[in-house]
T-cell receptor
Framework: DTEVTQTPKHLVMGMTNKKSLKCEQH?????MYWYKQKAKKPPELMFV???????INESVPSRFSPECPNSSLLNLHLHALQPEDSALYLC?????????????FGAGSRLTVL | AQSVTQPDIHITVSEGASLELRCNYS??????LFWYVQSPGQGLQLLLK??????LVQGIKGFEAEFKRSQSSFNLRKPSVHWSDAAEYFC????????????FGKGTMLLVSP
């Protein structure tokens, strides 16, 4: 299995809703990433987990809450989002530790906030 | 600070013609360079990477890229473009390892005309 699987593919939510994005990989990778990508822009790093611990938080607003319950799973909990948070959210992974910086990306979750 | 410049926002190429996408980088140490491709609504797929050694690297889907240290460039080429190559292409630079983020260029949208 050489894939990063993201669910749901599409999510529409209101500003008062609570929802979650899910990312799963079974490649044995120990580093997992969340990126945010607005239309016509490159991906922007949000969070990095290494060995299930948060190692990088790029000053992301607290309405985004990441969680890494185990080495295969990464969640992004969403609460009280704003319309400007509408974007494609990409998950990525790589072999952990000091491994080469070659990321495997998922297909993304397209989020629309109304 | 590291940066990546992709000077062309859009490029249109006729099917069967050759392609070159430009990428210039600024990086304080030995750069590790990547080209990713993104089809509409999809995640990023790694086309090729350069870490060291031969400066001409081969990738998937018939793509190649040449690292030129003197010009701080890592241009992507393909001898004959297919309609399925129409996509957004991102050049990225980063460390060889660790969790520091990759720095992406703003992307070049490739359009293929019949």
């Amino acid at each position: 299995d050489t894939e990063v699987t993201q669910t749901p593919k599409h999510l529409v939510m209101g500003m008062t809703n609570k929802k979650s994005l899910k990312c799963e990989q079974h490649m044995g990778h120990r580093a997992m990433y969340w990126y945010k990508q607005k239309a016509k822009k490159p991906p922007e790093l949000m969070f990095v987990y290494s060995y299930e611990k948060l190692s990088i938080n790029e000053s992301v607003p607290s309405r985004f809450s990441p969680e890494c319950p185990n080495s295969s799973l990464l969640n992004l909990h969403l609460h009280a989002l704003q319309p400007e948070d509408s974007a494609l959210y990409l998950c990525a992974s790589k072999p952990g530790g000091g491994g080469a910086n070659v990321l495997t990306f998922g297909a993304g979750s397209r989020l629309t906030v109304l | 600070a590291q940066s990546v410049t992709q000077p062309d926002i859009h490029i249109t190429v006729s099917e069967g013609a050759s392609l070159e996408l430009r990428c210039n980088y600024s990086y304080g140490a030995t750069p590790y360079l990547f080209w990713y491709v993104q089809s509409p609504g999809q995640g990023l797929q790694l086309l090729l990477k350069y870490f060291s050694g031969d400066t001409l690297v081969q990738g998937i889907k018939g793509f190649e890229a040449e690292f030129k240290r003197s010009q701080s460039s890592f241009n992507l080429r393909k001898p004959s473009v297919h309609w399925s190559d129409a996509a957004e292409y991102f050049c990225a630079v980063g460390p060889d390892s660790g969790y520091s983020t990759l720095t992406f260029g703003k992307g070049t949208m490739l359009l293929v005309s019949p």
